[in-house]
């Protein structure tokens, strides 16, 4: 059986991907070139996460105001970019192997949500 966080995480995840894709394609739509948008919608998306998985995820792990909370947050962060570097790594090891783009970034996400996952289960949300 699958535990409720982990569906609860899904969904947020799931719901931050489309703020940042949203916010990626509008972006370029009005002409602002791909990589600004992409670290503008990636950021949002971070930010967008936070506040789901803090409160509909996490909510009785969620640190009081003050320095617990800075901590978590800084953590989140971390935990960010760590699933990042392992989407970039995945992505570039499958470049150079030949692997068609789309299958190499599918499988960084899915490495990456489950690193994600794991790092704020257990570190951010401990």
Known sequence: MIPPVYLRYVAVSVGALGFDMSLFLAGLA??????????????????????????????????????????????????????LAVTAAIVGAGQYAGVPPLASKLAGIAAGFQLTYALRRKMVFA
């Open 30 to 83: 009005v002409g602002i070139a791909a990589l600004p948008a992409s670290v503008a919608g990636y950021s949002a998306g971070i930010a967008v996460h936070w506040l789901a998985s803090s409160r509909l995820v996490f909510g009785d792990r969620l640190a009081g105001h003050g320095a617990g909370r800075r901590r978590q947050q800084a953590l989140f962060v971390v935990s960010a970019v760590a699933g």
